[in-house]
T-cell receptor, first 112, second 115 residues
Framework: AQSVTQLGSHVSVSEGALVLLRCNYSSSVPPYLFWYVQYPNQGLQLLLKYTSAATLVKGINGFEAEFKKSETSFHLTKPSAHMSDAAEYFCAVSGKGNKLVFGAGTILRVKS | DTGVSQDPRHKITKRGQNVTFRCDPISEHNRLYWYRQTLGQGPEFLTYFQNEAQLEKSRLLSNRFSAERPKGSFSTLEIQRTEQGDSAMYLC?????????????FGPGTRLLVL
């Protein structure tokens, strides 16, 4: 079985500051891991994914994430936050049949 | 290439009524997924199809819920005798079994409010 824990339901950063959103996973098989972003009243947009290739994954909008097997983590980072990054972010792990198991989400607030 | 589309985007209904949602996947995507997202939570898996075959259903999918994908293209999700607890965003996603199969692309969702 798979599960995802996102630490921190709300994260607040200043514009230009580092963004760090934490994700820990549990999986009985080698995992595929994903970060999605959701803007209000919209669907989910894929930011990046890890599929057992490079452990440092680069995504859209300057985001990246590092897969650390020893820590069962897949934290999302961005060096410099922009106002347009304010949204809800979901970490997910892929299970049987490729169905996704999501964390509860982290709402990112960017202060000017 | 158009993305995943869902219709309607919003639905308000009274308790006890039936509702049906439609999802059109990305063309040639043979896997189609339904998820439900309640306020403040991440999406939860409901069911998925490979072509027209429904391969898995979550125990969240009570017998009031039924999903179909009759020709392996669009899918419908019907909820019978709606309850207030059914109020949620219903998300559809699709993926290709042949290429980039692990990546699911999501539609905009249908937000259901049961009064």
């Amino acid at each position: 079985a798979q599960s995802v824990t996102q630490l921190g339901s709300h994260v607040s950063v200043s514009e230009g500051a580092l963004v760090l959103l934490r994700c820990n996973y549990s999986s009985s098989v080698p995992p595929y891991l994903f970060w999605y972003v959701q803007y209000p009243n919209q669907g989910l947009q894929l930011l990046l994914k890890y599929t057992s290739a490079a452990t440092l994954v680069k995504g859209i909008n300057g985001f990246e994430a590092e897969f650390k097997k020893s820590e069962t983590s897949f934290h999302l980072t961005k060096p410099s936050a922009h106002m347009s990054d304010a949204a809800e972010y979901f970490c997910a792990v892929s299970g049987k049949g490729n169905k996704l198991v999501f964390g509860a989400g982290t709402i990112l607030r960017v202060k000017s | 290439d158009t993305g995943v589309s869902q219709d309607p985007r919003h639905k308000i209904t009274k308790r006890g009524q039936n509702v049906t949602f439609r999802c059109d996947p990305i063309s040639e995507h043979n896997r189609l997924y339904w998820y439900r997202q309640t306020l403040g939570q991440g999406p939860e898996f409901l069911t998925y199809f490979q072509n027209e075959a429904q391969l898995e259903k979550s125990r969240l999918l009570s017998n009031r819920f039924s999903a179909e994908r009759p020709k392996g293209s669009f899918s419908t999700l019907e909820i019978q005798r709606t309850e207030q607890g059914d109020s949620a965003m219903y998300l559809c996603a699709s993926s290709s079994f042949l290429a980039d199969q692990e990546t699911q692309y999501f539609g905009p969702g249908t937000r259901l409010l049961v009064l």
